[in-house]
C-alpha cells in the first residue's frame, strides 16, 4: 500500500541554532519545508527527529512536530482512498495550511529561500537535462550566497534582491572572495536562474531582478582575458617525444594526446568504448554528452598509434580533476614553459599576471589546440566545427586562439 513518510532534521547541522525541516516522500516524490520553528542543534535527537527529552519545552514542541506527521499522512491517506493522485503542489499546499509559525523571523524567511535553492538544485539534478557540471554551477552560486549572509549579515529573502543587494554581493565576490568580474558576472547570472524558476513556480511575484541584475551585468565591462591556451605544433611535438618517468604520466599523456587528435570533450573521452572505435573504417562514432548530438571523427595515424597501445582500446580512466592535476606535471616535464601574461579585473582594479604555460593547461586546452592547430593549417571552419559540435560561429570562434607573433607573420606575409 502507498504511504508517505514525514520526517524531520535541521537545515544547517553545524550552526548553534537551526531551522527545523521537514521531508516528505511518497512515491517517488520528495519535498522539503520549513516547520516554522529554529531549535539548538545540541539540543535536537537527529534519530528520533524531534527534540530529545531533556530539554525544556521538549514535550510541546515534540508534540507540534508529531501533529504535523499526523495530519499530512491523514490528509495523503484520504486522498489515496479516493484514486487520486498526490502531487508535490498539493503536499506542499496542504503543509502550508497546517503549519502557521509565529512571527516569522526574517532568519527564517532567508532559510526558507534556501530551502526553495535546494528544491530546485533536487529537480533539475533529477533531470537528465541538466548535466553535471550545470548542477556544479547551481551549488556553487549556492554556496557563496550563504557565504555572503554568514560573512555580510544580510539576510537574503525573493523580496529583497534588490539594488542593495546586487551591489553589495557584487562588492563580496569580487573584494573578499577574489573572484574576476567574468566569474562573478556568471555567478550573478547563474542566480537569476533559480529567481526566474522561483516565478514560474509563484514562490515570489518580485521579478525586479530581472533589471536590477541586467545593469549588474553591464557593468562587468571589465572583462579578464581568459586564461585559455593552446598548444603549437612544436609544444605538441614536444609532449608527444618526452619521455615520461611514470605510467601514470604516460597514461595522462596519451589520453590528452588523444583529445588533441579527435577535439573531443573530456567528457567524452572517459565515455568512449571500444565499440565506438571502428578502426577498419578508421573513424569514431559517438554521442557527445554535452548535446547528445551524434558525432563521427576520422582516425589519423597518430591517434591510431596511440589508440592501440591499449588492449582492446579500453582506455585508463581518471577523474577530471586529477586529469587536469596530472597534465599539468606532464607539460612542464616536456619543457612547454612559454610566459603567458594575463590581465585580469577585480571590480575595477587591473591585475597583470604572469604564468609559465604549463600552469594554464587542463584538459579543456586540447580542444582549444585541435581547433586553433587546423585552421592554421587551412581546414575550413565548417568542416572543423562538424567534429568539434559547434552549432554557432560566434561559440566556435572563442576556442580560436592565434599568437600574437602568428598573426604579424601571416599579415606580413599577405602585404610583403
Known sequence: ???????FNLLNKNNKKSLVIISATWEGNRIQMS????????????NKGGLKRSVANAFEINQYL??????????????????E????????????????????????????????????????NNNPKFNFRTIQSYETTKRHLENFCKDSGYQVTFDNLNEEFADKFILYLTQVVGRVNNSADSILKTLKIFLNYAVEKGLTNNIRFKKVFGESSRSFKLKTESQSVALTIEEINKLEKVKLPTKRYNHIRDLFLIQIYTCMRYSDLVNLKPENIMMDDRMIKIYQIKTADPTIIPISKKLKRVLEKYDGYKLPQYSNQKFNYYIKEVCKLA????????????????????????????????????????????????MVMQISGHKSRSAFQKYVKIAQTEALDAMRKVWD
Open 335 to 382: 619543457g612547454i614553459n612559454t610566459k603567458v601574461e594575463i590581465t585580469k579585473y577585480y571590480g575595477k582594479k587591473r591585475v597583470n599576471e604572469t604564468y609559465e604555460k604549463w600552469q594554464l593547461i587542463s584538459s579543456h586546452t586540447a580542444r582549444r589546440t585541435n581547433i586553433t592547430v587546423s585552421l592554421k593549417k587551412n581546414v575550413l571552419p565548417e
Open 66 to 83: 508529531e501533529n504535523i506527521a499526523v495530519e499530512l499522512k491523514n490528509y495523503y491517506t484520504t486522498l489515496k482512498a479516493s484514486h
Open 85 to 124: 493522485i498526490v502531487t508535490k503542489e498539493m503536499v506542499q499546499n496542504k503543509l502550508k495550511a497546517i503549519i502557521k509559525p509565529e512571527n516569522p523571523s526574517n532568519s527564517e524567511t532567508t532559510t526558507s529561500f534556501f530551502i526553495h535553492y535546494n528544491n530546485f538544485i533536487e529537480e533539475r
Open 35 to 46: 516547520a516554522g520553528l529554529s531549535v539548538n542543534t545540541s539540543h535536537f535527537d537527529f
Open 1 to 7: 500500500m502507498n504511504k508517505i513518510n514525514v520526517k
